[in-house]
């Protein structure tokens, strides 16, 4: 009971000096999303905006945790410090984290210039985005060169999360069956980098010459004039690919920082959370001011004497968006 | 351009007496989310709810298409007619379904008894969940016995859509990776039915006893006293296990409509996809009416004068929930 005493204040003091277990505890406070801790964060989001944030994402079995363990690796050895916030999939019942690919990252856990967070999936209106972000800006103040958010690419809420990063890696493994390629399809265009992981694999160059053509094609969406979409073959199994891989991250992140079209999406990325958390004040107060009416409509609506609009209408009835001037 | 003439009303008239065309068409016009239409959909949310409405949901690879392919076909055999709503992530930028898994149902298609569509996953904030629950209003409302609702697995967005049927059922298959595992357990305990795919190879006997194992130790959610979640073994290879699934299904069609949980479970869809329109059209009211101020809050939070909450607080400004009595 005493460690929930801790002033948010004195958190962000030892937070900015990189004490992990005051960096973890604010990160409980923002998925908590009380109002308490806001000040606090705002003090965090005042100091970042240095650190590197990159989106790393892809289907089920394409090895994307095994990834980001290796790049890790590989960035520590350069003495940078690397942030790891792993957005998962979620039980819609529990709230829990699933931990399963975490366990592959235990050597880096003992690592004090690593910092290690699974975050829930909580309730949808930007409730996870605000909260991963709001923990990408507690290791960014901290001074961490290095954040990865890892994202599962599947599911709208989560692909969102990814876009929220400076650059974006969309990881592909060969020899996925064909439900998983098609849900594949729909992350290939955002990525400013695509890598081929298990390329130890001799059906790999399938894959990697199918990115290509992709990319030839025009299909890529993340580039531009400016920034050509490298293909990476990497190899976790014998540590192939990864100076390319770190090389192409900062060059990217060199893009971002210094051409007028990487400033303006750094500016939309800002917009991105201000209207997730906007929207998830607007949810929870729209929820709290209608609780007394929920039960009454939503028996007339499962009656079908109302259909969903007109119970939608009736929630919404007198609420002005208009504001005061 | 004629088409686009059609008057709601009609397509109403030509919906409810099934016409494939018409019904598309209301389903594409649900989907656009414009006014005009909803008088129609309301006509047709009070004529519906009589279908047993089938969330089926699995993760990638799990072969949930195929099943349902094999369960249409098996339930057509008894003269019932069948609606497929299948709900694919979709690349944010392009907004398109993706059709692959869609090809192994060109049997069905030519079938007069069976209608399905592939939707959009749309902008979140309901809009998604919204459209698909109105394609299931048009379904029901013509008459169509069953309809079902197939999702991925992953994603938030996605599996809220498959928790707003009557009956879930989480496809399972053996032989799948750690990282495909470790995202399933999200799934498992919404589950009021469990299907092994695939159960003609060897190693799904595993699969089948973890799951019993897992139901004995009261993992799942889904159950109850009154509903013993059921394991049901299939194989669309060699039609195995369909029987026992319809059966299981129309035995949890009937908890549904005759147990007071199964009703109380009904008043709670309905509330859900309540909160989900409100949300939608409070989402879209407060994005318009904010359009003047979007791009100087954004640039002030982008240069850190203001943080997220900060900006959003400015952009909630006077907006009041109270509502007007």
Not at 130 to 138: G, I, P, Q, T
Not at 171 to 190: F, H, M, N, T
Not at 192 to 203: L, P, Q, T
């Amino acid at each position: 009971m005493m460690a929930a005493l801790v002033s948010s204040d004195s958190l962000v003091t030892r937070a900015l000096a990189a004490d992990n277990a005051a960096m973890a505890r604010l990160m409980s406070r923002a998925e908590a999303g009380t109002a308490e801790c806001r000040p606090a964060l705002a003090k965090l989001y005042a100091k970042a905006g240095r650190a590197h944030v990159i989106g790393i994402t892809g289907v089920p079995g394409s090895g994307k945790s095994t990834l980001v363990s290796t790049l890790t690796l590989k960035l520590r050895a350069s003495g940078k410090r690397v942030g790891i916030i792993a957005v998962d999939p979620s039980s819609p019942y529990s709230g829990g984290s699933i931990m399963g690919d975490r366990i592959r990252m235990s050597e880096l856990v003992s690592d004090e210039g690593v910092f290690i967070r699974s975050m829930a999936t909580r309730g949808a209106h930007g409730g996870m985005a605000r909260a991963s972000l709001e923990a990408v800006d507690v290791l960014d103040a901290a001074g961490f060169e290095y954040v990865i958010i890892e994202t599962v690419g599947v599911g709208q809420a989560e692909v969102e999360i990814a876009r929220a990063a400076h650059t974006i890696v969309v990881v592909s493994a060969p020899g996925l069956g064909d439900d998983i390629q098609a849900i594949k399809a729909g992350i290939l265009e955002i990525a400013d980098i695509h890598v081929v992981s298990k390329c130890d694999r001799s059906d790999a160059n399938r894959t990697i010459s199918d990115l290509k053509s992709m990319l030839t094609m025009g299909l890529s969406v993340g580039g531009s004039r400016l920034w050509q979409t490298p293909v990476v073959p990497t190899s976790s199994a014998n540590g192939e690919g990864f100076e390319q891989l770190i090389e192409c991250l900062d060059g990217h992140g060199q893009f971002m920082r210094k051409s007028e079209a990487g400033q303006e999406r750094i500016r939309r990325i800002a917009e991105f959370r201000m209207l997730k958390t906007a929207e998830d004040l607007l949810h929870q107060r729209f929820l709290n001011s209608r609780q007394g009416e929920l039960a009454t409509v939503s028996a007339q609506l499962s009656d079908r004497r109302i259909s969903p609009y007109q119970a939608a209408e009736r929630l919404l009835n007198g609420i002005n968006l208009q504001g005061t001037p």
